[in-house]
């Protein structure tokens, strides 16, 4: 072979070598980024099945062309053999097919992902969670959408510990009923609503008054109860619309909306719809302890309008309000009006003279005699008067509920006592043997101290304990019944006497009056006042005066202001009558000196 053919034939087998070199590597090449791919893709795979979402990717057709294990789980099938299947295959509810279909039908229209919350029942467990499902397109090299990624959250817990968070927030956890902070939120939208279109609200707050002695002698469980109860009857008692919110331990409030346009219609429609719901709250007792309580509320309104400044604003002047109609012990509505601000600051600056006044000469006892059938005097009555050194003589209706709400109750109860003490001595002294009675509060009895505070009273005086009569409200067997009979017995062996004070205005325990030492039953005022022309009225006294003759009980009628009352209760054998008609309160020492 001449000497070019052999080189030519040596450059060829030489660069066969180096192809079949070439080709080795390229194919071990390959072959390691398979293996690579493949590990890759087990890694994936393997991540993929352990996590808790549910992850599956479907041809446009929507067919499975991969499914991991939580998506398995979720059908109930075993691993793998979801592939090239439909959900219409693997699904009966058709909505849910219907709602699956339009979402991937949007992820290949608009080429966008998309995110829902899906409430769907696992065929595992039955159990129906929340499921935030979101679904992105999976794109070729070209760009076209082949495939749809769907990756499944169950949300159930998270959505449920948001709405436990969102309760607490703007919700009462004892009655259910919206807080403070969610009766913010409507009452914004209430002024705004009333500033955008001249639509009046009102927002009312209600107390319940005495609602901590329910708590301190019955215990908390009751007091729950009654809130739940109170909570309930204000829903009953409201409209669709209205908006009834627990504030504060004891206050409520109802927000009203849509009362018109104009400020007079307005307070008209939300004073008679606060009335109903007084009525509503109040019309008949609930069972505390075995007893029936009824309650007793005390409301203040405001209106929203388009001068309203704020939520905050509206909730001050309904509580500015309500803590009047508290101070005035009236069951009435009370409106929010500037004056209303100026008139408790004026009971703040009165408390704090009341503080002052205890122990000096501002306070004073008053006698007011009581009459028997025969004009002899039977007995007399201490009345407590102050006499403010810048305002003058200052009502007891105004000063006594002071005195309980600035914590002085014990010690105003003892100074009474005393004054009484001092009368009993000085009339004893001079030969008279008339009865002496002072109010005490019906907590007094509930003091475990309290029947020696009396011991020492009659002891510092030398006064004769079973001419003394302590006036109590009915009041008293709806606290601690056991503590107030057993400090009553102990008393009542002193010989000291006890008078119910006001019969016939609370709810009576008529049971009790044959179990407490009783001696003595005063009819009230407000009863007194429709004698002898109101049928009512006359049928209710003559009851009551029969009732009491037939326990042993001496009566008392207070309030005696016209002759035809006077002339009606003694011809019901009224043992005593007490009233202006007969005699008007007077100092001690005038009593003394004129009795003698």
């Given at each position: 072979?001449?000497s070019?053919?052999?080189?030519?034939?040596?450059?060829?087998?030489?660069?066969l070598?180096?192809?079949?070199i070439?080709?080795?590597?390229?194919?071990?090449?390959?072959?390691?980024?398979?293996?690579?791919?493949?590990?890759?893709?087990?890694?994936l795979?393997?991540?993929?099945?352990t996590?808790?979402?549910?992850?599956?990717?479907?041809?446009?057709q929507?067919?499975?062309?991969?499914?991991?294990?939580?998506?398995?789980?979720?059908?109930?099938?075993?691993?793998?053999?979801l592939?090239a299947?439909?959900?219409?295959?693997l699904?009966t509810?058709?909505?849910?097919i219907?709602?699956?279909?339009?979402?991937?039908?949007?992820?290949?229209?608009?080429?966008?992902?998309?995110?829902t919350?899906?409430?769907?029942?696992?065929?595992?467990?039955?159990?129906?969670?929340?499921y935030?499902?979101?679904?992105?397109?999976?794109?070729?090299?070209?760009?076209?959408?082949?495939?749809?990624?769907?990756?499944?959250?169950?949300?159930?817990?998270?959505?449920q510990?948001?709405e436990?968070?969102?309760?607490?927030?703007?919700?009462?956890?004892?009655?259910?009923?919206p807080?403070?902070?969610?009766?913010?939120?409507?009452?914004?939208?209430a002024?705004?609503?009333?500033?955008?279109?001249?639509?009046?609200?009102?927002?009312?707050?209600?107390?319940?008054?005495?609602?901590?002695k329910?708590?301190?002698?019955?215990?908390?469980?009751?007091?729950?109860?009654?809130?739940?109860?109170?909570?309930?009857r204000?829903?009953?008692?409201?409209?669709?619309?209205?908006?009834?919110?627990?504030?504060?331990?004891?206050?409520?409030a109802?927000?009203?909306?849509?009362?018109?346009?104009?400020?007079?219609?307005?307070?008209?429609?939300?004073?008679?719809?606060?009335?109903?719901?007084?009525?509503?709250?109040?019309?008949?007792?609930?069972?505390i302890?075995?007893?029936?309580?009824?309650?007793?509320?005390?409301?203040?309104?405001?209106?929203?309008?388009?001068?309203t400044?704020?939520?905050?604003?509206a909730?001050?002047?309904?509580?500015?309000?309500?803590?009047?109609?508290?101070?005035?012990?009236?069951s009435?509505?009370?409106?929010?009006?500037?004056?209303?601000?100026?008139?408790?600051?004026?009971?703040?600056?009165?408390?704090?003279?009341l503080s002052?006044?205890?122990g000096t000469?501002?306070?004073q006892?008053?006698?007011?005699p009581?009459?028997?059938q025969?004009?002899?005097?039977?007995?007399?009555?201490?009345?407590?008067?102050?006499?403010?050194?810048?305002?003058?003589?200052?009502?007891?209706?105004?000063?006594?509920?002071?005195?309980?709400?600035?914590?002085?109750?014990?010690?105003f109860t003892?100074?009474?006592?005393?004054?009484?003490?001092?009368?009993?001595?000085?009339?004893?002294?001079?030969?008279?043997s008339?009865?002496?009675?002072?109010?005490?509060?019906?907590?007094?009895?509930?003091e475990?101290?309290?029947?020696?505070?009396?011991?020492?009273?009659?002891?510092?005086?030398?006064?004769?304990?079973?001419?003394?009569?302590?006036?109590?409200?009915?009041?008293i067997?709806?606290?601690?019944?056991?503590?107030?009979?057993?400090?009553?017995?102990?008393?009542?062996?002193m010989?000291?006497?006890?008078?119910?004070?006001?019969?016939?205005?609370?709810y009576?325990?008529?049971a009790?009056?044959?179990?407490?030492?009783?001696?003595?039953?005063?009819?009230?005022?407000?009863?007194?006042?429709?004698?002898?022309?109101d049928?009512?009225?006359?049928?209710?006294?003559?009851?009551?005066?029969?009732?009491?003759?037939?326990?042993?009980?001496?009566?008392?009628?207070?309030g005696v202001?016209?002759?035809a009352?006077?002339?009606?209760?003694?011809s019901?054998?009224?043992?005593?009558?007490?009233?202006?008609?007969?005699?008007?309160?007077?100092?001690?020492?005038?009593?003394?000196?004129?009795?003698?």
């Open positions: 072979m001449p070019a053919g052999k080189g030519a034939m040596l450059i060829l087998l030489t660069a070598v180096v192809l079949l070439a080709s080795g590597y390229l194919w071990r090449r390959e072959q390691a980024h398979h293996t690579r791919l493949a590990r890759v893709e087990n890694r795979g393997t991540i993929l099945d996590t808790e979402e549910i992850v599956h990717i479907k041809d446009p929507g067919r499975y062309l991969y499914a991991n294990q939580k998506t398995c789980e979720f059908f109930g099938l075993p691993a793998g053999s592939m299947r439909h959900n219409r295959e699904l509810d058709a909505d849910i219907a709602v699956i279909e339009r979402d991937e039908r949007q992820v290949l229209d608009f080429g966008q992902r998309v995110v919350h899906r409430q769907l029942r696992s065929h595992t467990t039955g159990k129906e969670c929340t935030q499902t979101v679904k992105v397109p999976l794109r070729n090299a070209a760009g076209r959408i082949e495939a749809i990624c769907t990756l499944m959250t169950d949300v159930t817990e998270r959505l510990a948001e436990r968070a969102h309760k607490l927030t703007f919700y009462d956890t004892l009655t259910d009923l807080n403070v902070n969610f009766l913010t939120r409507r009452l914004t939208q002024i705004q609503m009333a500033t955008a279109e001249g639509e009046n609200g009102a927002l009312l707050i209600v107390n319940l008054n005495d609602f901590k329910i708590n301190d002698t019955q215990g908390f469980e009751s007091g729950n109860w009654v809130l739940r109860e109170v909570a309930q204000l829903i009953n008692g409201t409209r669709a619309r209205d908006t009834v919110s627990r504030i504060n331990a004891d206050v409520f109802v927000l009203m909306t849509q009362l018109g346009a104009y400020a007079e219609e307005s307070a008209h429609r939300a004073t008679e719809l606060a009335r109903s719901l007084t009525e509503t709250l109040t019309a008949s007792p609930l069972p302890g075995g007893r029936p309580y009824l309650l007793k509320v005390s409301t203040g309104i405001t209106l929203l309008h388009a001068g400044a704020s939520a905050d604003a909730l001050g002047e309904a509580d500015i309000a309500m803590h009047l109609a508290r101070e005035r012990s009236t009435n509505p009370v409106f929010y009006e500037q004056s209303l601000q100026r008139e408790l600051e004026h009971r703040l600056w009165l408390e704090q003279d002052r006044a205890l000469d501002q306070l006892m008053f006698v007011q009581q009459y028997a025969d004009g002899q005097t039977a007995g007399v009555e201490l009345l407590a008067r102050w006499d403010h050194p810048e305002q003058g003589m200052i009502s007891p209706e105004i000063f006594i509920p002071l005195v309980e709400k600035v914590g002085m109750m014990c010690e003892d100074w009474a006592l005393d004054r009484a003490c001092h009368v009993l001595n000085e009339s004893a002294r001079r030969g008279q008339y009865l002496v009675s002072v109010n005490i509060n019906p907590e007094c009895l509930t475990p101290d309290f029947s020696a505070r009396i011991q020492g009273a009659l002891e510092r005086a030398h006064a004769p304990g079973n001419r003394l009569v302590l006036e109590v409200t009915e009041g067997w709806l606290r601690d019944y056991v503590a107030a009979a057993k400090c009553m017995a102990e008393i009542h062996e010989g000291v006497r006890f008078s119910v004070d006001d019969f016939g205005t609370g009576s325990n008529l009790c009056l044959k179990r407490l030492p009783l001696f003595e039953l005063k009819i009230d005022k407000s009863l007194v006042r429709d004698l002898p022309y049928q009512d009225a006359g049928a209710i006294a003559s009851m009551t005066l029969s009732m009491a003759r037939q326990l042993g009980l001496r009566t008392v009628a207070e202001e016209t002759p009352q006077a002339d009606f209760l003694r019901q054998h009224c043992d005593a009558l007490q009233g202006f008609l007969l005699d008007r309160p007077m100092p001690i020492e005038a009593w003394l000196e004129r009795a003698a």
